[in-house]
């Protein structure tokens, strides 16, 4: 490990330590009464973008707290009454946070309050969008769930729920459809081993998607042969409503056995048979109507062609047996080491997103559009500041202009074949696009298994492979990656800080954060000592 790398890696273990002090302090409250704008944000790194156009004018608190990940953090009752103090709200949105904070935001702000979502609105202000590009990397299809359309003739919001419901099944053996999150942990969303209960309306077999998004599933399967798979969609525009019923349809696995077969015996004429790329168990909230969406060749929703339910069968071929992982969480599947047919989850991580990558703010240049966005909308709640927001604008800019330049001049001192980062979090893709990085890949063990001693393996030969002088792990993060941090170690390869969602007491500005991440990059990734 050469000494710029030891340096950097040490920081990456007093910055995880510092998580230790986080979340002692209560999180501050908007004044019942105020003469300047009270403002509240999603996120710790919207609310700095906030402050330093805003001032001495406003009051502002985010939601989610530094430390805290956006993706998962549930609000308290203390944020809700934030928000009803709020006279303007900003949220990244672009499926950004965690669906809980959206609604908090949304059902308890004023109606004569402002509310913008930043990642959609700044592309006025010229911010550059990059489509969310999920890499498979699988030899089976890829099976998800998606709510597609934005249910408005329904009267649907961003804060309603698409309700997909198992509601039967058939087959030789039990199906499962579950969730891995990004440390091992599972949640079982589909379950036909205890049956499905209809006068409960099938909740223990539910999963909700917001419109317009979807979702990675696992999905196994304990026995060869024909399955059918019968689901419900719904649309619950608001939780005091009654659920608006979209469609029912049924969908034919063939797990194990030709699919051709599969679809002789469903009855299926010209089926056209998934077996690659990337499909998705469709609730088209705009059509009424349940259906697949699917492109072989792994793109998203853009890319995708829609087929009826009664044409097409899943392929789960016999390479995708494997053998249930040991753990309690996958206990629900039967005995570890026993055999089971496995669709497994492409992208790890309990991550409902939509088609575009949330992150914008880690190209610099979208952090400028942000902050016009922000400077708009301040002015026209509080014209009488315009002068005020318009100057702290102007500042904040020029002191964004240069940190783009050290970002970009910074990163360019890396040799050019060892631009290469490896994370476990995709939250850099506008990182590398902007200041010319290449995404090796993100570290994570299997998604559909616990970590395992091939894991490990393959971990080990891909550093080795790509030469990689350091990983980098977001300091929130850091505590929940032991695997990485003992590969890392073995191999001496160094386990760098990089922010990407939120601040620590360490690094608590935007400005501070991408000099850091730039600093941590050229440090590390500039390997002196040959191995």
């Known amino acids: 490990m050469s000494p710029r790398a030891r340096r950097a890696a040490t920081a990456a273990a007093a910055a995880a330590a510092a998580l ?10 908007l004044p019942a009464h105020s003469h300047g704008v009270r403002v509240v944000t999603t996120t710790g790194i919207l609310r700095d973008l906030v402050e330093n156009v805003g001032g001495d004018r406003i009051d502002v608190v985010s939601l989610v707290p530094d430390n805290g990940d956006p993706h998962t953090y549930e609000p308290t009752l203390r944020d809700a009454r934030n928000v009803a103090y709020a006279d303007v709200a900003f949220s990244n949105y672009a499926m950004l946070e965690e669906q809980a904070v959206i609604k ?4 308890n702000l004023r109606d ?3 509310s913008v979502s930043l990642a959609e609105e700044a592309v006025k202000y010229a911010a550059e969008i990059i489509p969310l590009v999920e890499n498979v990397n699988l030899d089976t299809v890829w099976l998800g769930l ?9 009267g649907a919001t961003r804060t309603s729920e698409v309700m997909l419901s198992a509601t039967s099944a058939t087959g030789p053996g039990d199906v499962y459809a579950y969730l891995t999150g990004s440390f091992g942990d599972t949640d079982v969303y589909f379950d036909s081993s205890d049956g499905f209960d209809a006068a409960n309306g099938y909740r223990d077999d539910t999963m909700s998607l917001p419109a317009d998004a979807h979702t990675h599933l696992s999905w196994a399967f304990t026995e060869p042969g024909v399955y059918t798979l019968t689901l419900r969609a719904q649309l619950q525009v608001a939780e005091t409503e009654r659920p608006i ?18 679809a002789r015996q469903q009855g299926i004429a010209d089926a056209v ?42 392929d789960v071929p016999a390479r995708a047996l494997a053998e249930i992982p040991g753990g309690t969480q996958f206990s629900f599947l039967g005995r570890a080491g026993q055999p089971v047919y496995q669709l497994a989850q492409a992208v790890l991580g309990k991550h409902v997103h939509g088609e575009i990558d949330p992150h914008l703010w880690q190209n610099v240049r979208n952090a400028m559009a942000y902050v016009q966005l922000i400077r708009d909308t301040l002015i026209a709640a509080d014209p009488d500041g315009a002068r005020d927001y318009a100057a702290g604008a102007a500042a904040y800019l020029a002191e964004l202009e240069d940190t783009d330049t050290y970002v970009r001049d910074t990163l360019a001192a890396i040799p050019e074949e060892d631009r290469r980062l490896v994370t476990t979090h995709d939250a850099f893709g506008y990182l590398a696009d902007a200041y010319g990085l290449d995404v090796a890949g993100f570290v994570t063990p299997n998604p559909s298994a616990e970590e395992s001693l091939s894991d490990r393996k393959k971990l080990t030969e891909t550093l080795r492979t790509l030469r990689i002088p350091a990983v980098f792990l977001e300091p929130n993060l850091a505590a929940r990656s032991s695997t990485l941090t003992q590969v890392a170690e073995e191999q001496g390869i160094a386990v760098c800080p990089i922010y990407g969602d939120t601040f620590d007491s360490a690094v608590t500005g935007y400005v501070q954060m991408m000099r850091a991440n730039a600093d941590s990059l050229r440090d590390c990734l500039t390997e002196t000592d040959p191995r």
């Open 146 to 154: 998606r709510a597609h359309g934005d249910g408005a003739r329904h």
């Open 104 to 107: 908090t935001l949304d059902a």
């Open 20 to 29: 230790l002090l986080a979340g002692c302090a209560t999180k501050p409250l």
């Open 273 to 314: 048979i998934l077996d690659e790329g990337h499909a998705d168990l469709t609730a088209n909230v705009d059509e009424d109507r349940l259906e697949v969406r699917f492109d072989p060749e792994g793109g998203g929703e853009h890319t995708q062609h829609a087929y009826a339910a009664d044409e097409v069968v899943i």
């Open 112 to 114: 004569d309050a402002v």
């Open 245 to 262: 019923d979209l469609s029912e349809a049924t969908f034919t696995f063939a797990v194990g056995v030709d699919p051709s077969d599969a």
